[in-house]
């Protein structure tokens, strides 16, 4: 998720702030945003699994494959939330302000737009784990994910496949802690949704 939020929010930025980026920027999320998830990162992860696997070691290239793979197919929610609100930001008073004051865009970007979208990043970063859980999930289920030394939930699931009918607990048990931890991040995200927001703070 570090990789989405970052790769998102300098996204999001830029098409929100810079009008000549905008249509762009905005084609490109929506071309990222068309294209299926799944078929994509088992097409990812095919390509250059050996390679880096090669390179790096088996555990350290399947581990960097999969972390990039996800964030970098993972970014597109974060852009377009961070856009809409740079949108929003940029019609306000004091970024008009400062505008009139000569102050440059890069000073304007690090100095009130970014602090004024950090929040709604958190929220976005928050939710986007338990995307990134269940993806991973897939991909281990799958059979595509870390290697039998890497005791990931979805890696427990695909092992256990030929014992399901004997074992059923086997399969039960991380698919059940799998839910319960996306639950988790779930609430926590509306959590933080809610305490971030100053309409619902107020009330």
Do not use: C
Request: without cysteine; hydrophobic residues 50%; charged residues 15%.
């Amino acid at each position: 998720m570090t990789i989405a939020v970052t790769l998102g929010s300098l996204i999001g930025i830029l098409a929100g702030y810079f009008r000549r980026l905008d249509a762009p920027l905005s084609r490109l999320i929506e071309l990222f945003l068309a294209l299926p998830l799944l078929p994509l990162l088992l097409l990812m992860v095919t390509l250059f699994r050996e390679p880096l696997s090669k390179s790096l070691g088996t555990g350290t290239g399947t581990f960097l494959l999969i972390v990039t793979a996800i964030g970098a197919t993972s970014w597109m929610q974060a852009a377009r939330i961070v856009r809409g609100d740079v949108l929003g930001l940029k019609e306000r008073e004091f970024i008009l302000a400062a505008r009139s004051i000569g102050t440059p865009n890069r000073r304007m970007v690090m100095r009130h737009i970014l602090p004024n979208v950090l929040s709604p990043i958190m929220v976005a970063a928050t939710l986007g784990i338990a995307t990134a859980i269940i993806t991973e999930s897939a991909l281990s289920f799958l059979g595509l994910g870390f290697p039998p030394d890497f005791p990931t939930w979805g890696r427990l699931l695909y092992d256990a496949i030929p014992q399901m009918q004997m074992y059923p607990w086997r399969v039960v048990m991380p698919g059940l802690l799998i839910s319960l931890t996306v639950l988790t991040v779930n609430y926590i995200g509306d959590g933080l949704r809610d305490a971030m927001d100053p309409r619902i703070r107020g009330r």
